[in-house]
């Protein structure tokens, strides 16, 4: 599928380098209409391109975060005071400030939509932010019945607070629901610390090392240094800006085979004929799908988890 290739592309992206280790390993696929040149992905047709240019984090100098197009339409439709109206018992690090220099770093977020949902720029974009934190205040929530509604709880935890309250430093003590190192070949490919512990943290309570891993090789390809900081230091995404880039990465990025969520709320994603008898649409419940639904939606046919129906 097209969309696993993408993804593939995609990490790639990681590993650009003039003359490094990619150089004089270049592939194309003609049927998939993708390929990788000196270790920089390329759409052969302008979808295969977007797709790849939608999921790139965009880092690096470049103009102030304001002046950027998605940044400007998520501030005329989602402003400062709608941010603490919607999170009213916030984490003090998890500031409308943060969340907005996050976003400018993902361009497509708010930047793009497929012309056949007949809506407008601005509608898509709420469209984007409403699907985004659904997920967020689900997996953040305060639920402190005597605080506000439900809805209206969300970005109170910055890691998992069951988990995050075990010594970082070995031996782990902690219980086996709290230990995040995996095995197998993603271990090799993104080495766990010893001392370091990946359970959940961010506005989508990311974990598991070879998501950490993923996520420091998206914001600093080139910088190895820089990437086993985080990998070293996963405690380095309670905070504001990397918090909510953590977040805004999960959202942006295709899960092979399946596509990000941001393809689905931005009107790209077209179910096939397997999407459609498994009752898979272009809607809210399809970005479950690819968030968590190995756990959440693969439940008896016909019905939805609990955990499912209290996202939307």
Known sequence: MKTAFVTACVAALTCAYEDGVWSGHDWNDEDEGVGVKNGVPYGQDPEAQRRIDSATLQSGPGVQNEDKENVRRIMEVFGEEDFEHLFPLHDKLYTYEAFIVA???????????DPSLGLTEAEVCKRELASLFSHVIFETNGSEPDHHEY??????HIKDHHCGKYPKYPPFDGPPECNFHSHGWSAKTWPPYEHAQYYARGPLMMKWNYNYGRFADAVYPGYPQDKMNIMMNPENLESGILGFLSALWIYMTPRSPMPSMHEIAAGFYKPNEHDELSQIFPAFGATTNVFNGNKECNVEFGTESDSAYHRA
Not at 151 to 156: A, D, P, T, W
């Open 103 to 113: 976003a400018g770093l993902y361009p497509k977020f708010c930047g793009e939509d």
């Open 151 to 156: 809805f209206r709880q969300g970005l109170k």
